[in-house]
């Protein structure tokens, strides 16, 4: 069974971080490009950033570019999304998600497995 599991969101305030993993099972993540969306109260699901097959390529939201990051790690079949200098703007359900492909993409539906998500709430 191909599955996609998110975890480390919570409650953090503002200024601080968080690390969310995204762990595969029942497929090999390296060959396929990851998109952590999030999807605050109200609003559409937005890409946050994206991290193509193989070898990495990384992309951001110009709302989080210098503060967050992508990175993978082949011999745990995870992505983590390095979460720093939290605003109250950031709290979301953060989804990873994974496309058959090298490249990203910017649509939702290009995404072939998604995760459950996990609760990002940063509040004082």
């Known amino acids: 069974q191909l599955q996609l599991v998110e975890s480390g969101g919570g409650l953090v305030q503002p200024g601080g971080s968080l690390r969310l993993s995204c762990a595969a099972s029942?497929?090999?993540?390296?060959?396929?490009?990851i998109g952590w969306f999030r999807q605050a109260p109200g609003k559409e699901r937005e890409g946050v950033s994206c991290i193509t097959a193989s070898d990495g390529n990384t992309n951001y939201a110009d709302s989080v570019k210098g503060r967050f990051t992508i990175s993978r790690d082949n011999a745990k079949n995870t992505v983590y999304l390095q979460m720093n200098s939290l605003k109250p703007e950031d709290t979301a359900i953060y989804y990873c998600?994974?496309?058959?492909?090298?490249?990203?993409?910017?649509?939702?539906?290009?995404?072939?497995?998604w995760g459950q998500g996990t609760q990002v709430t940063v509040s004082s």
């Open positions: 998600a994974a496309r058959d492909n090298y490249y990203c993409a910017d649509y939702l539906y290009d995404y072939d497995y």
């Open positions: 029942g497929f090999t993540l390296d060959y396929y490009a």
